[in-house]
């Protein structure tokens, strides 16, 4: 699909605006340029994912826009509209039990007729190989561990080509050494393709080894309170952590983090 250009602008989401008048997002603007790796950190219940859900189209808004390539995703009054250009993957796993992993892979492709079944399976299986799946390919999904799911959903969203892939703390219940593996799988991928990588952690380490640019949230009602550009070279491997660069890079997000997770802790915030 090519570009990708997210443009956050002022966006402010007010949940039931009548009654209790809930502020998830007051203000919040951010500029991702195509083809970027952004990554989002901030206390738990700050407003992370009424961002992602807005971009993908889940949400309206109360204020403010949310433009992809220049034309409008969202604006007050506009209604949400999800799109093929947007791919979301999920906390909680979203494959389909009763297919195959070669099956779900290249569902969307061809539920769509983009490609026919020959060459879907051709790169379907890629795609597995390039996110070291090549193993179970014929497999269900109740048969393999979680952390091939995760990467398995990871590929099926690939595979429908989106301008942006939004991902909601995808790797949040592994292990730490099956994360380390998730994220190479998921760089070899994105070095390869280069969508526009919207991204949920609460892992700063996870931040800043994945990430071209961090957000850093405020505490509820959510602004960016910082953003740090991560000029590690890529491609990247687990040996950028012990550099003095990535340390600093680490210690500047780790205050900024503390600081608002401390005023979430001390309001009571809870998850929304």
């Avoid at 959903?153 to 690939?158: L, P, S, V």
Wanted: net charge neutral; with cysteine; charged share 25%.
């Amino acid at each position: 699909m090519g570009l990708g250009a997210i443009s956050v602008r002022g966006a402010t989401k007010i949940y039931n605006p009548d009654e209790a008048a809930i502020v998830a997002l007051d203000g919040c603007s951010m500029e991702i340029g195509p083809g970027e790796f952004c990554v989002l950190v901030g206390p738990s219940g700050c407003g992370k994912t009424t961002l992602l859900n807005a971009i993908a189209g889940f949400h309206d808004l109360t204020g403010g826009t949310i433009l992809l390539d220049g034309e409008e995703l969202s604006s007050p009054g506009k209604p949400a509209k999800p799109g093929a250009d947007r791919i979301v993957v999920f906390q909680n796993g979203a494959l389909f039990p009763w297919m195959t992993i070669l099956e779900n892979v290249t569902f969307g492709p061809l539920a769509q007729g983009r490609l026919a079944p020959d060459q879907a399976k051709k790169e379907a299986l890629d795609m597995l190989e390039t996110m070291g799946l090549s193993g179970i390919a014929s497999d269900y999904p109740g048969r393999v561990s979680s952390g091939m799911r995760r990467r398995a959903e990871i590929a099926r969203a690939m595979m429908n080509r989106p301008k942006v892939l939004l991902l909601d703390e995808p790797f949040r219940a592994m292990d730490a050494l099956t994360k380390t593996m998730a994220h190479q799988f998921l760089l070899e991928v994105y070095d390869r393709t280069k969508p526009t990588v919207f991204f949920i952690t609460h892992d700063l380490d996870e931040a800043i080894f994945l990430a071209s640019k961090v957000y850093v949230m405020t505490t509820r009602p959510a602004a960016i309170k910082k953003v740090l550009e991560v000029d590690l070279p890529r491609p990247r491997n687990y040996k950028l952590l012990a550099s003095p660069q990535y340390q600093a890079l680490r210690q500047e997000c780790q205050e900024a983090v503390r600081e608002e997770a401390l005023k979430a802790f001390t309001a009571g915030e809870r998850e929304m």
